[in-house]
């Protein structure tokens, strides 16, 4: 008989951790869930082509989601029963730690700068997610990332999780991004629907090209639901395999975002 | 302003050629409709006028003794005459003539009327031909009014200048519509259809600073999009999916709750 701590979760008992929410709105749409679902599914996919599992998240200016959307993959990837760490490395305006609702006394900065350990700073949120928050502010913290502390620091705890998300400040703001993400397997870029203008990317691009950071790919945030799926705009995701009528066969007891004691 | 490259100019018509084609084909088809069905087609016919100072003998007025007078045509006189239609031209372009003509139509047309309906120049400075042409809407009208000028032509002129040797040297009996050239005008609605739909679409793309949406972004950047996140103010809710059965229920059933 197998050991009840190996066993594998079923479906129901998955981890069901809740999506945090925007600015303005706490309530996670469904189609927002379904949207990171699907943007989880070629992250991983992206990943397994590069062998990769520390990803850099940023964009190219403030206000474009890269905290929650950092977050929320995380949160989905770790639904998968996948060890995820989140690295709020955004010490300038670190959000993580609001978005849900833990302390800021130490973090990352802390680590590299070895006034803490790791096992002291990570906080459990639950069996497949750890978070590390941006903990003291620091003067220098482009310095601090550049440092090999940092770099060695991560390959340390890579074996440790399954997946590593690092948050990371405006790459069009500061430096620290680009240290941060020379050091990561791949870049995620955020950008906001109706926000982000052509210019401010294409100098995002052109600052992570020059330092030969790998972009894995781009997220738009912000998009119009209404033509994402009536018009089925599947160019990129179709080339996956992934299908919405598939995934919707398949789908648990409890929708995303409800823990099964709301439903009773 | 930024710079935008030739190849960057005509990867914007190219992707939008649908839009520019059928702007083309809507101005070329209304502008063919106007000229065929809207349009009050002008016809044009000319006739012409020889005029000599009267050293020239016509040949009317020739008598025994011209013939037998071996000064009778002789380069002064032609060079004279070559002189004298550049006064005649100004003499048919007054508004006298007009007035006859007016008057000869029974008032059919104003004086002003005809004068503006009516093109009198000379061939050219070499020859002693002066060229009448009369617009109209019709071409029996136009070939009547370049007729009846003609007719009154010779003695108007020699109210002005007497022993002037004036002749109608061809009358008209045939009209060419000159307005509306359909063909041409056709053509040139089609390019400026053409035209004005590029550039309303060159000053959107040029106005579009910021990223919509995937297509957008796909157009701009060679990069993979990994998600696109709907609004989470705007974003459809279960309820809407719940009508497609896509619901929670369904995940309920299999588990055997």
């Known amino acids: ?264 | 302003m930024k710079n935008i490259s030739l190849f960057a100019l005509v990867e914007i018509a190219l992707k939008h050629i649908f839009i520019i084609i059928t702007s083309a084909l809507i101005l070329a088809i209304g502008t063919f409709c106007y000229c065929e069905f809207v349009a009050i087609p002008q016809y044009s016919a000319t006739g012409s006028i020889m005029v000599t100072n009267g050293g020239i003998v016509s040949v009317d007025t020739y008598t025994e003794d011209d013939l037998d007078d071996e000064e009778n045509l002789n380069n002064t006189d032609i060079q004279a005459s070559l002189s004298f239609a550049n006064t005649v031209t100004d003499i048919l372009n007054t508004n006298g003539i007009f007035k006859d003509l007016s008057s000869e139509l029974d008032g059919k047309y104003s004086y002003s009327q005809l004068k503006s309906f009516s093109s009198i120049s000379r061939r050219n400075t070499s020859t002693l031909f002066i060229d009448i042409s009369f617009t109209a809407t019709s071409r029996e009208e136009a070939i009547t009014l370049v007729n009846e000028y003609l007719k009154i032509a010779p003695d108007y002129i020699n109210s002005f200048v007497p022993k002037t040797a004036a002749t109608a040297t061809s009358t008209a009996d045939t009209a060419s519509k000159v307005y509306p050239r359909t063909l041409i005008t056709t053509v040139i609605g089609g390019v400026v259809g053409a035209i004005i739909a590029y550039a309303i679409i060159f000053l959107i793309y040029c106005a579009n600073t910021v990223i919509k949406n995937e297509e957008d972004f796909k157009d701009r950047f060679d990069l993979p999009i990994l998600g696109s996140i709907p609004d989470f103010a705007t974003a459809k809710s279960e309820k809407y999916y719940k009508k497609y059965n896509y619901n929670s229920k369904v995940g309920k059933k299999n588990n055997g709750k």
Request: net charge positive.
């Open chain 1, 1 to 264: 008989m197998a050991n009840k701590t190996t066993e594998k979760p079923s479906l129901s008992t998955q981890n069901n951790e809740r999506l945090v929410g925007s600015a303005t709105q706490n309530k996670v749409p469904f189609a927002v869930v379904e949207a990171y679902k699907t943007t989880r599914i070629h992250l991983i996919s992206t990943l397994e082509k590069i062998n990769g599992k520390v990803v850099a998240i940023s964009s190219p200016n403030a206000a474009e989601g890269k905290s929650t959307t950092a977050i929320n993959i995380a949160i989905a990837l770790s639904q998968l029963n996948k060890k995820v760490l989140v690295i709020d490395a955004d010490s300038r305006r670190s959000t993580i730690h609001k978005k849900l609702k833990i302390e800021n006394e130490l973090g990352c900065l802390d680590i590299i700068n070895g006034t803490v350990k790791f096992e002291d700073v990570v906080k459990k949120h639950n069996d497949c997610l750890d978070i590390i928050t941006s903990g003291t502010q620091a003067s220098n913290p482009s310095e601090l990332f550049s440092t090999d502390e940092f770099g060695v620091w991560l390959t340390n705890i890579r074996d440790s999780y399954d997946y590593i998300i690092i948050d990371t400040p405006p790459i069009n703001l500061v430096s620290d991004a680009l240290v941060i993400a020379q050091k990561c397997d791949g870049l995620l870029l955020i950008v906001r629907a109706d926000v982000t203008t052509y210019d401010a990317f294409k100098r995002t691009i052109d600052s992570t090209t020059e330092l030969n950071i790998n972009i894995l790919g781009v997220v738009i945030n912000g998009t119009d639901s209404e033509k994402s799926y009536k018009y089925g705009k599947y160019g990129r995701y179709g080339k996956y395999g992934y299908s919405r009528y598939g995934y919707y066969r398949y789908r648990s007891s409890s929708y995303y975002g409800q823990s099964n004691s709301e439903k009773k």
